[in-house]
Structures are given as C-alpha cells and as structure tokens.
C-alpha cells in the first residue's frame, strides 16, 4: 500500500512539473497598426489636394499610417501607370529574347551587338517583296501560323537570311496569330550550320564537358529554329549524327525547323539521308534566285 502511494504521488508530481512549462494565461497579440506606429491626421486635408478627373470625377486625398495627407491617383492614372510598366517589361523582355536568339543562347562570346542590332532590323516590312513575291508569301504565312518545317534555297544573295530572321522577329514581336484572333508570342533560336558546330566543338573540348549536350538540348526543345547555311559547313558523318538526332527529336515533337542553302540537291550530302527523310514530312520549299543584291549594294555605294 505504501510503494502504491509513493508511486501514484510520484505519478502527480510528474504530471505537475510538465504542466509548469505550458503558459497558464492568453498570449496578447499585437495589432498591425501599433507595430506600424500609425496617426490620426492632426489637421484637415490641405484644398490644394482635392482635384477632379474628368472620367473618374472629384478624387479625395488619402491619409497614410503617419498622419500626412496625400494627393490620391484616380482609376485612369492607375490603368496608365500599370500600362506603361507592362509595356517597359514587355520591351526588356523583346531585347532579352532578341539578344538570346541572335547569339546568346551560344554563350557570352557569340553575343555581337552591332550583328544584333542589323539582324533585328531584317523584318517583312524591310524586306522588298518585289524581288521575291512568291517566296516573301510563304514566309509571312509561316510567321502566321508557324507549321511542319521550311526550306529556303537558291542562289547568293537572295534574301535567304532576311527571311528567317523576319520570321523570328516578326513571332517575337508580334506573335502567331490563334484561332481567336488574339496574338502569343513565340521564342526562336537562330544559328548558321558552322556557327553551331564551332560553338559545339569548343564547348566539348572545354573542361565542363556536358556544355555541348546542353547546346543540343537547346535546339531540340526551342520552339522555333533556324539552321542558316546549311551548305556552309563541312559535312562529316558526326555531323550526320548531331542532324539526324536534332530533326528526329524536332520532328517527333511537331516543333518547325527552318533551313537554308545554297545547295537543295545536295542536301542530304550535308546533313545525311536520314535527316533529310525526317525533314521531308510537311516540308515548304521556298525557292530564291535572282540578282546579288548585295553585290547591288556595293555598287551603289561605290557610286555614291
């Protein structure tokens, strides 16, 4: 009876000593106005604070948490100010997306702000449509609605290059056209054929050897690309390799590719069969010849 009655008091002053560390009485919380330290205006609003929008009509001053009186901004100047401040984030977000497509996205070293700066300017309205009507209506039509892959060839100085770039310009800036005739912008990776492999080949010797996957990884997922001069780069059976991985993972993704050469017939000896077969289902053949016109170019500079 004796060690039951020790136990059990042991048992309350157990209970007892863990009941001491709970707070026995209500935590008073502090409201926000006396952490902010806020005042009743001592004094009537000043006149000069009252003033009248002529859509939103009279607007009353405002009192802040400290007592000062403010001059209060209307609904119209609200809207103006949020207009004005998306249109300043959709502009840096224009310059960051057209420094990334002409170059960026290779690195830091392949950024040339005099390239960007003309790249840029090639756009539908710059292009002359007289010297390539044909070709100029396929392109704006892809711009539209961008689908299945494009291929642009012919000769030398035809507006090749203009074109493409029109077509990433013009999807960046002013976007495809949905069904709703609403607009949504589209990114896009430009990039001639010996551009990308130097870049990829650097990258790959470099001491971080996963960078050339990455590079490929950009390619392959990039809504829109652009493989300028095709026939520009020397064709190896790596190369064949690097294509046929690039267009089949494009290809089964549905995500248009646009190229460019020279050279059509000989395509398939610069990029390998395979390719070539991967790119042939929806393709749009865009074909360009005519005069230099930047031998055109030259010769008027040298007149004037």
Same mark, same amino acid.
């Given at each position: 009876?004796?060690?039951?009655?020790?136990?059990?008091?042991?048992?309350?002053?157990?209970?007892?000593?863990?009941?001491?560390?709970?707070?026995?009485?209500?935590?008073?919380?502090?409201?926000?106005?006396?952490?902010?330290?806020?005042?009743?205006?001592?004094?009537?609003?000043?006149?000069?604070?009252?003033?009248?929008?002529?859509?939103?009509?009279?607007?009353?001053?405002?009192?802040?948490?400290?007592?000062?009186?403010?001059?209060?901004?209307?609904?119209?100047?609200?809207?103006?100010?949020?207009?004005?401040?998306?249109?300043?984030?959709?502009?840096?977000?224009?310059?960051?997306?057209?420094?990334?497509?002409?170059?960026?996205?290779?690195?830091?070293?392949?950024?040339?702000?005099?390239?960007?700066? *003309?790249?840029?300017? !090639?756009? &539908? /309205?710059?292009?002359?449509?007289? $010297?390539?009507? %044909?070709?100029?209506?396929?392109?704006?039509?892809?711009?539209?609605?961008?689908?299945?892959?494009?291929?642009?060839?012919?000769?030398?100085?035809?507006?090749?290059?203009?074109?493409?770039?029109?077509?990433?310009?013009?999807?960046?800036?002013?976007?495809?056209?949905?069904?709703?005739?609403?607009?949504?912008?589209?990114?896009?990776?430009?990039?001639?054929?010996?551009?990308?492999?130097?870049?990829? *080949?650097?990258?790959? !010797?470099? &001491? /971080?050897?996963?960078?050339?996957? $990455?590079?490929? %990884?950009?390619?392959?997922?990039?809504?829109?690309?652009?493989?300028?001069?095709?026939?520009?780069?020397?064709?190896?059976?790596?190369?064949?390799?690097?294509?046929?991985?690039?267009?089949?993972?494009?290809?089964?993704?549905?995500?248009?590719?646009?190229?460019?050469?020279?050279?059509?017939?000989?395509?398939?000896?610069?990029?390998?069969?395979?390719?070539?077969?991967?790119?042939?289902?929806?393709?749009?053949?865009?074909?360009?010849?005519? /005069?230099?016109?930047?031998?055109?170019?030259?010769?008027?500079?040298?007149?004037?």
């Amino acid at each position: 009876m004796t060690q039951r009655k020790k136990a059990s008091h042991l048992s309350v002053v157990r209970h007892e000593v863990v009941r001491t560390d709970v707070p026995t009485s209500p935590v008073k919380m502090t409201k926000l106005g006396e952490l902010l330290n806020t005042h009743e205006p001592a004094t009537p609003p000043p006149p000069d604070l009252f003033w009248e929008c002529e859509v939103c009509g009279p607007i009353a001053p405002c009192a802040l948490p400290t007592g000062r009186w403010i001059r209060r901004s209307c609904d119209c100047q609200r809207k103006a100010r949020e207009a004005r401040e998306q249109a300043e984030m959709q502009a840096m977000w224009q310059r960051e997306q057209c420094v990334r497509t002409f170059g960026g996205w290779l690195g830091n070293k392949w950024v040339d702000n005099d390239v960007i700066r *003309e790249i840029r300017g !090639k756009t &539908f /309205d710059s292009f002359d449509p007289s $010297r390539q009507e %044909e070709a100029y209506e396929k392109a704006f039509a892809f711009a539209q609605n961008p689908r299945g892959n494009v291929l642009l060839y012919g000769s030398y100085g035809t507006g090749k290059t203009h074109l493409e770039a029109a077509i990433c310009n013009s999807l960046r800036e002013v976007g495809r056209l949905l069904p709703g005739g609403q607009r949504q912008p589209v990114t896009s990776l430009f990039v001639s054929a010996p551009q990308f492999f130097m870049a990829y *080949e650097e990258t790959k !010797k470099a &001491f /971080d050897q996963t960078n050339h996957i $990455r590079l490929v %990884e950009h390619v392959i997922s990039t809504p829109i690309l652009v493989f300028d001069d095709i026939d520009k780069s020397r064709p190896k059976e790596e190369r064949w390799e690097i294509y046929w991985f690039i267009f089949d993972a494009r290809c089964t993704a549905r995500r248009p590719t646009i190229l460019s050469t020279n050279k059509r017939e000989e395509l398939d000896h610069y990029i390998g069969e395979a390719s070539l077969s991967r790119l042939l289902r929806g393709l749009v053949t865009i074909e360009m010849v005519g /005069d230099d016109y930047r031998r055109e170019e030259e010769v008027q500079h040298s007149v004037l």
